[in-house]
C-alpha cells in the first residue's frame, strides 16, 4: 500500500468514526442540543479536526440521513418480482425482503430513531430529501404492486393507496419497537410475520377469499 493509499484509508476512518459518534450524541442528546465538542471528545480528535471533513453539525447530520435512507431504499430494491408467479412465492419473497429490511433498520436502532425523532424538525432541505425518498418508496411499491396485479397475484385495487399503507404499517411498527419501545424485544420473525398477513390477507381477490 502506498503512503498515499495510507492517508487515504486513515482519513476514511477518521470520517466513519466521526460519524458514528456522530450518531450517538445525535441519539443521547438530540440535533439540536448534540454540540460538535462532544463528538470530537468521543474520537479523541481536535475540533478542528471535525472541520476538516465536514462543514459543521447540520451538514453532517444531512449525510447520516442521507446514507439511511439510501441503505432503506436500496434494500426493499432488492424485492424483484420478475420470478414471482405465485401466491405461495409472493409471501416467500415478501419475508425475505421484510426481514432484510427489519435486521437493517434494527442493526441501525439509533440512526432508525434519530430518523423518526429529528429528521423532520431541523431544517427544510431535509424535509425534502425525506419526501423524496417516501416518493421513491411508493413509486416501487406502486409499480411492483401493478406488476404482482397483471399477474393474477393480488386483487384490483389503487396500488398507490396500498403501497402507502403498506410504508405506513412498517413505518408505525418500527416507531414502536425502536422508538417508543412498546413491543418488547419482538424478533424480527415476529414482525414480519405479522405484516405480511396483513398484506396477503388485504390483497386477495373476492374469488379467493370465498374459496
Same mark, same amino acid.
Given at each position: =500500500?502506498s503512503?498515499?493509499q495510507r492517508?487515504?484509508?486513515?482519513?476514511? /476512518?477518521?470520517e466513519?468514526?466521526l460519524k458514528?459518534?456522530?450518531?450517538?450524541?445525535?441519539?443521547?442528546h438530540?440535533?439540536?442540543?448534540?454540540?460538535v465538542?462532544?463528538i470530537?471528545?468521543?474520537v479523541?480528535v481536535?475540533q478542528?479536526?471535525f472541520?476538516l471533513?465536514f462543514?459543521?453539525?447540520q451538514q &453532517?447530520f444531512?449525510e *447520516? @440521513?442521507s446514507d $439511511?435512507?439510501?441503505?432503506?431504499?436500496?434494500?426493499?430494491?432488492?424485492?424483484?418480482p420478475?420470478?414471482?408467479?405465485?401466491r405461495?412465492i *409472493?409471501?416467500s419473497?415478501l419475508? /425475505?425482503?421484510?426481514?432484510?429490511?427489519?435486521?437493517?433498520?434494527l442493526?441501525?436502532?439509533?440512526?432508525?430513531?434519530?430518523? $423518526?425523532?429529528?429528521s *423532520?424538525?431541523?431544517?427544510?432541505?431535509?424535509?425534502e &430529501?425525506v /419526501?423524496? !425518498?417516501?416518493?421513491?418508496? &411508493?413509486?416501487m411499491l406502486?409499480?411492483f404492486?401493478?406488476?404482482?396485479?397483471r399477474?393474477?397475484?393480488?386483487?384490483? =385495487?389503487?396500488?398507490?393507496? *396500498?403501497?402507502?399503507? !403498506? @410504508?405506513?404499517?412498517?413505518? /408505525?411498527v418500527i =416507531?414502536?419497537r425502536?422508538?417508543?419501545?412498546?413491543?418488547?424485544?419482538?424478533e424480527?420473525?415476529?414482525i414480519?410475520?405479522?405484516?405480511?398477513?396483513?398484506? =396477503?390477507?388485504? !390483497?386477495l381477490?373476492?374469488?379467493?377469499e370465498?374459496?
Amino acid at each position: =500500500m502506498s503512503a498515499q493509499q495510507r492517508r487515504k484509508t486513515r482519513r476514511d /476512518r477518521r470520517e466513519e468514526a466521526l460519524k458514528n459518534a456522530a450518531i450517538e450524541v445525535f441519539y443521547e442528546h438530540g440535533y439540536h442540543a448534540a454540540k460538535v465538542s462532544q463528538i470530537v471528545k468521543r474520537v479523541g480528535v481536535a475540533q478542528g479536526t471535525f472541520y476538516l471533513y465536514f462543514e459543521g453539525k447540520q451538514q &453532517l447530520f444531512g449525510e *447520516l @440521513v442521507s446514507d $439511511f435512507l439510501e441503505l432503506v431504499v436500496t434494500t426493499v430494491a432488492s424485492w424483484e418480482p420478475a420470478e414471482i408467479d405465485s401466491r405461495d412465492i *409472493l409471501e416467500s419473497e415478501l419475508r /425475505r425482503v421484510g426481514l432484510l429490511l427489519t435486521r437493517v433498520l434494527l442493526d441501525n436502532q439509533q440512526m432508525t430513531a434519530i430518523f $423518526f425523532r429529528e429528521s *423532520l424538525a431541523v431544517a427544510p432541505e431535509f424535509n425534502e &430529501l425525506v /419526501r423524496h !425518498t417516501y416518493d421513491t418508496l &411508493l413509486a416501487m411499491l406502486t409499480d411492483f404492486n401493478a406488476i404482482l396485479h397483471r399477474r393474477g397475484l393480488i386483487a384490483e =385495487m389503487n396500488f398507490r393507496i *396500498l403501497a402507502t399503507m !403498506t @410504508v405506513g404499517m412498517v413505518e /408505525r411498527v418500527i =416507531m414502536e419497537r425502536i422508538v417508543y419501545d412498546t413491543l418488547g424485544e419482538a424478533e424480527p420473525e415476529e414482525i414480519v410475520d405479522h405484516l405480511i398477513f396483513q398484506y =396477503m390477507a388485504g !390483497t386477495l381477490s373476492l374469488d379467493e377469499e370465498s374459496s
